[in-house]
């Protein structure tokens, strides 16, 4: 059983931090209590920003001895309320974004060590300066930080080349449900001594630690990278085209994203500094990013052959290959949008799910007439990763409509969907995680001996359910 915190107790987990860092204001907890899609809206006592491994340490350790609540958070970017405190007014908020610092890059071995509250957007800047690339690329990436990043296993644009933020990371510095640190800031791409323990924390949401530093893999820059815009008919002129352009291009391609025509829609209309990169509009498109190890001309040269083969298969309708950065970055541009353009249509009832790359094209044949049939005159905007079977399966509520009567119907047609998944071996969580979202939907596809050995993980870990409880696993009683 948990407790609430007392004034006192308030006062002593203030003064780890300093009076300064510890919120109470629910003018200053706002923004630390409230995700950006309004789903979720918590209560906190407290916030605490601790600057150092140290104050948090000790943090915890006097919540576990006090069985106090602790919610990790970092940049509160996440998509499944797994950030925020709940209603109770109990549960301390533990800020990291005051741990900021990158502690070392080491362009020689390909590695970066940065503090767990670093900006994505930073981390990138910083691989950037010694000529290394690292490549995990989200579209709130100017706001969410690697604590995040990590405590989700984000995934992102990237991930067709480089992998989820599971294989971007070699080490981690990680405190415990008591306080104890776990100096794991490994650099080694080889270690074989016992079980690989990051793997527990990276996808753990923050409920068995905290991490709050990371050594991160870097990569070589690509020397030569284009990026283009075709227009197609269906999703399975998408697939005939990704499986063409992976055949060519091989580890160079490093981005195939699918929008349909309603999401370009949306965000002609709402994301400013948008347009239409071709003449006439298309049910489908695909933005495809060529990175080459030797020039823009080469990557270039490889997007023009599979275009051109595409036009003569006839899967490609039309195409615009970025003809500058800057035009590459405004193609990009559009598909970062394609989330934000959402909110001001109304309601949105939203999935993140996966199914084998193959299946993608009839999937979306069969979910699309399926929510269409729920939901007369709903808008389905599906769209995301191609290339590794992640679609964003997002359905924005009939012209007109109320938009609360809409959203009451959000378990309904996550039931419909997510049935659908399951009918071809997918996913119900992809790259968000669970949270608080999907916690009640995960016995349902992990099976009781897989939720056993969670809990069981949970428990050694966390054996008085502070960090992050409810979140993921049920909280305990």
């Keep these: 059983m948990l407790n609430r915190p007392t004034p006192a107790l308030l006062d002593q987990f203030a003064a780890i931090v300093g009076p300064a860092h510890a919120l109470t204001d629910p003018a200053a907890t706002e923004p630390y209590r409230i995700e950006w899609r309004d789903r979720f809206l918590g209560s906190t006592p407290m916030v605490l920003r601790p600057g150092s491994v140290a104050e948090v340490s000790a943090i915890l350790a006097l919540a576990n001895a006090e069985r106090i609540a602790i919610v990790p958070q970092s940049g509160n970017t996440g998509l499944v309320g797994g950030q925020v405190p709940d209603s109770s007014g109990t549960e301390i908020v533990l800020s990291l974004d005051r741990m900021t610092r990158i502690r070392a890059v080491d362009p020689e071995g390909f590695t970066l060590t940065a503090e767990a509250g670093a900006i994505l957007a930073d981390v990138q800047k910083a691989a950037e300066t010694v000529d290394r690339l690292f490549p995990l690329s989200l579209g709130s990436e100017g706001s969410c930080r690697i604590g995040g990043n990590i405590s989700t296993n984000a995934g992102g644009t990237a991930v067709l080349a480089y992998g989820n933020m599971r294989d971007l990371v070699l080490g981690l510095e990680v405190v415990l449900a008591d306080g104890r640190v776990w100096e794991g800031l490994n650099a080694l791409r080889k270690d074989n001594t016992g079980y690989d323990l990051k793997q527990l924390f990276i996808g753990g949401e923050g409920t068995l630690g905290i991490v709050t530093a990371a050594v991160l893999k870097l990569f070589p820059r690509p020397r030569g990278q284009a990026v283009a815009f075709a227009a197609l008919a269906s999703p399975a002129d998408a697939l005939g085209l990704f499986s063409a352009a992976r055949d060519r291009a091989g580890h160079d391609l490093t981005g195939f994203e699918l929008m349909p025509r309603i999401g370009m829609d949306f965000v002609l209309r709402h994301i400013p500094g948008t347009r239409d990169p071709l003449a006439a509009p298309a049910p489908w498109y695909a933005l495809m990013e060529i990175s080459s190890g030797d020039s823009d001309e080469t990557a270039q040269a490889t997007l023009e052959d599979l275009l051109a083969a595409g036009f003569e298969r006839g899967v490609v309708q039309d195409a615009a290959i ?87 119907r959000w378990e309904e047609m996550n039931a419909l969907v997510h049935g659908i998944v399951a009918t071809y071996g997918g996913s119900i969580s992809a790259e968000h995680g669970i949270g608080r979202l999907k916690r009640d939907l995960l016995p349902g596809v992990k099976g009781p001996v897989a939720m056993a050995m969670m809990r069981g993980i949970k428990d050694s870990f966390d054996p008085n359910g502070i960090l992050n409880p409810g979140k993921m696993l049920a909280a305990k009683e």
């Design 322 to 408: 970025a003809q500058s950065l800057a035009e590459a970055k405004a193609f990009w541009h559009i598909r970062h949008g394609m989330s934000e353009a959402q909110k001001p249509e109304g309601g949105s009832i939203k999935h993140d799910v996966s199914v084998p790359v193959a299946k993608v094209p009839a999937f979306l044949d069969e979910a699309i007439a399926a929510v269409e049939a729920m939901v007369p005159g709903c808008r389905p905007v599906p769209f995301g990763h191609l290339g590794d079977g992640n679609i964003h399966f997002n359905i924005s509520q009939p012209i007109g409509a109320d938009k609360e009567a809409y959203l009451a």
